[in-house]
């Protein structure tokens, strides 16, 4: 397997020339405190050698040695518990944390980049601090200052860490139905008991303490999910003076066996009358779990990249090395027996598309986080209105579509090695089967694609919609005129219009048939990623085109037939979404249950 | 006692180096650069001289071009007090290295000046004992232990044979070797701290040393292609190779 090395380059290319980022967090006085240029590069620079010097040795020997549970205690593989201290003695945990309660500050631009070199150096790893940044986030928002002021310090720290328990046997993407209840008590806290199932870092040896952040029904709560709330339950209880107490009635009845992420904890959740604090208000429970699903959920995006990206580093470096049939242009290497793989169109094929794909993805994200970080620090209400109805819209897109293309592209990666890479030992097996997760939980892909037709687009008459589309619009209009982007520009616009005019047909069928809008969702938001990743290259290429002379280091010129290949190969796939969205939810549904 | 230590910006060495086609060196543009390995291992044990209560400053100083300033900003992110950067553009020798880094001492006066044995571009191994002669001060190269005490340091040396143990007086120039310390990775806190903490510029003219190079560099070519191996059906074989064609028995 390949060393994994950060594409550190291409991220700087995202921030600093084609989104600029400095420039908005100049407008934004809470981001320009911390943050600048030299810093955030300092920042990734350490990013990137925690992971590939780190976390990257430990990816194999985690996976092959899984977490173990004896007794309610749950030990990671080996290695882990002693990368877990020097990760937190780098402070890496509180990265985007605020700064009030010992946090970094830092925005979601740069955390993005952060969370790709750490999941694809270790993904079962990197789940550990995204759930304590996680619960961080829920907390700070939602909690009572003395909650903050108690549990905050330690989580950014690292040396307690948290989960996020929603899930329970009969309840998962329904969450209006679980029954894990909560009971008020004389002192202000609650009594949680119930059963939550495959919490994620739920008990572990990393850390001293493990807050977890529970979705519970009061006694006499409405039904469904009006009726949920959501505690703090903490493993120990932690005293006045902030040092460790008794420990609460809650334990680990077992862990999952599972196809990947085998060095990350799933964990079975026994609550039985443990103490809890309420965060955020009454039955206002999944209110509070949304501004942290934002963030979470462009991570679990950036997974699907992180993953797709060290299959990409291994495939390239496998195809340049096997050798293997001849070019169909004549031998290359002449000196060999064979040619290297890398020269077969099809070996090409996946290559590039893997390229092309996380190219976009990495801009996607990083697009994507610009605005978490409009929505959290502009300073006019306008801004973040409009920023975060673009959050709203967009980050079920980053979540499926970036885990998606991302899974596809780890099989990909593997088919480039042939049989050896259904080998363990070439690393490509096991990127398949760790990132095939992101596609099901923080809501399944299904459940983001009908979230982004349903809520995003329908639910409110395509506004949201039109301010993407608009954002487009004036971007085509911008470079209309601009030689060097012709060939880009006209496919670009071509797919825009299909988009809204895909979408303005949804919203007229919806209104007829109820099920419009489940039979087409995936389609859509398959066509939507792929019109978005068409306007992030748009965008790349603007600049490339503009540098590309005089550059030795091939950066900018890769970059351009990149793009080439992604509007020529990739793009009209839009084109058949369109007509499957087109064609309605009647022949989805015509079968009878019993007839499958 | 505050302590100096010289970093220097490298190609990085997970790089492979390629010779420029012309053969004037090797080929820097568009290539990753970072701190010498052993001198991040200088920094480092300065840092724990500071943490131990033995240091009280620590002061890092890089000779090179504007880009160096990264290198002495990662210093500062790794613990050290205060950058100097004495700015040039020249592809500096090791003498005037040697001779700049003693017109530092001189302003700095610091008690213990710690560098890398050498650096892993030119493979030098030089900087470190001219600078010792410049000064006057004694000199522990290779070090794979530093204990301060009083106004002595003991040094435990990696030589050929084995160690060797040697006792300065301060002022004092040690050298390091890798297994002195194995370098921690920067805080994010002290990422955010180091633009905060100071950084002087100075040029070789401040200084008053002429960096002009004495050597010529004639020709840089890469080192020749490895032939392939064989294998060897017994040890008396290999035995009447290595006598008669390797004739290194
Ligand atoms: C390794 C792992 C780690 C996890 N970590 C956590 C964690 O830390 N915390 C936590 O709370 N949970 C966690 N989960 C749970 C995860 O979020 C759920 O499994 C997921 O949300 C789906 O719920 P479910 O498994 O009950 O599937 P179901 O809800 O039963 O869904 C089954 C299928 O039906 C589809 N479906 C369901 N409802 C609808 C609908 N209304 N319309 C259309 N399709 C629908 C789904 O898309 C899916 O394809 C984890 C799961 C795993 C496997």
Redesign the pocket.
Known sequence: MADYKAPLRDMRFLLNEVFEVAKQWETMPRLSETADPETADAILEEAAKISQSLLAPLNRSGDEEGCRWENGQVFTPAGFPQAYRTFIEGGWCGLGGNPEFGGMGMPKTIGAQVEEMIQSANISFG?YPM?TAGACLALDAHGADELREKYLPNMYSGIWSG?????EP?????LGIIRTKAEPQADGSYAVSGT???????EHDLSDNIIHLV?AKLPDAPAGPKGISLFLVPKFLVNEDGSLGARNTLGCGSI?H?M??KA?A?CVMNFDGAKGWLVGELNKGLACMFTMMNYERLGVGVQGLAAAERSYQNAVEYARDRIQGRAATGPVAKDKAADPIIVHPDVRRMLMTIRAMNEGSRAFSTYVASFLDMAKYADDSATRVNAEALVALLTPVAKAFLTDRGFDSTVFGQQVFGGHGYIREWGQEQLVRDVR?AQ????????QA?DLMGRKVAANNGKFYELFANEVAAFIEANRENPALAEFIAPLSAAIERLSDVTEHVLNQVKSDPNAV?AASVDYLDLFGYTSFAYMWARMVLVAKSKVEGDTSGFYDSKIKTARFFFSRLLPKTMALAESVKSGAADTMALAAENF | MKVLVAVKRVIDYNVKARVKADQTGVDLSNVKMAMNPFCEIAVEEAVRLKERGVATEVVVVSIGPKAAQEQIRTALALGADKGVHVETDVEVEALAVAKLLKAVVEKEQPGLIILGKQSIDTDNNQTGQMLAALCGYGQATFASEVTVSGDKVEVTREVDGGLRTVALKLPAIVTTDLRLNEPRYASLPNIMKAKKKPLETVSPADLGVDVTPRLKTLKVVEPAKRSAGIKVASVEELVSKLKNEAKVI
């Open positions: 789940l759930l989960s996020m328990c929603l899930t009969h309840s998962g993407t329904d939550k199932i495959f919490i994620t870092g739920g979705l999952e599972k990947g992420i990350s799933t997760i099901i939980y923080e809501g399944t892909n299904g459940i009908l489940g």
